[in-house]
């Protein structure tokens, strides 16, 4: 019965939202205050296509070019104007320049800022700050098998470390390589998790570096820990 009154009322509540009203509402304020990343947009710069359709990254800037300018798209929910639309666009631009877009598309990103190399300190950071951050879902994960997990602030200033001098040594792929790191310092401890229900262990610097040192000490191998 519960249950069935908690659905009524659910259903009872929508009958009074007017979703017309909801929509207009919406596109309105998408309209004059909308906000829209564009990321990795250096995979589409200088690239282009030697035969066939053109799917190339110019295609692709091409494209791009009427919606940044300001134009009426067509949305599931109706059209919707680009005029005043704030458009944000980022980019490693490793192997390409910011120069390398179409003039027309360069024209309307007119403030370019540079970013600074995350350092070991932001690593740290990103690793315990964050509401859902790196540490907080690796221990959540492994208490589903009923295994307790604690990380040290030595080990977490450890794998920061480690994060940043790999970055620094091979490609720099920012906190991205924070993933395989703690994937392989818990490697062992995932793999045999179903054999661990209700032990509790405790992951320290001394543990970190023991994981990771063998892999980081030659630049050829460490370029495989991504």
Not at 104 to 132: A, C, H, M, W, Y
Not at 153 to 163: L, M
């Amino acid at each position: 019965m519960k249950d069935a009154r908690r659905l009524l009322t659910q259903e009872e509540a929508n009958k009074l939202v007017d979703l017309d009203e909801v929509i207009e509402e919406g596109t309105k304020r998408v309209e004059q205050s909308g906000v829209v990343f564009l990321d990795e947009i250096d995979k589409i710069a200088g690239v282009k296509s030697e035969s066939g359709p053109d799917v190339s990254g110019e295609g692709v800037q091409r494209d791009l070019l009427p919606i940044v300018e300001g134009s009426t798209i067509s949305t599931k929910h109706g059209p919707v104007k680009t005029d005043h639309v704030l458009f944000i666009a980022a980019g490693a631009f490793h192997n390409a320049k910011p120069s390398d877009l179409m003039p027309e598309l360069q024209g309307r990103f007119p403030i370019r800022v540079e970013l600074s190399d995350l350092t070991k300190e932001d690593f740290v950071r990103i690793l315990t700050e964050p509401e859902n951050s790196l540490m907080k879902q690796t221990v959540a994960l492994l208490s589903t098998e009923q295994v307790e997990v604690q990380f040290t602030e030595d080990a977490i200033d450890s794998i920061a470390e480690f994060a940043y001098n790999v970055n620094r040594k091979t490609q720099n792929i920012g906190a991205r390589r924070l993933n395989s790191i703690v994937e392989k310092v818990c490697e062992e401890l995932s793999f045999t998790a179903s054999e661990r229900r209700g032990e509790k262990h405790v992951i320290n610097a001394r543990m970190v570096k023991d994981r990771l040192t063998k892999i980081t000490a030659e630049d050829d191998r460490s370029k495989y820990l991504l």
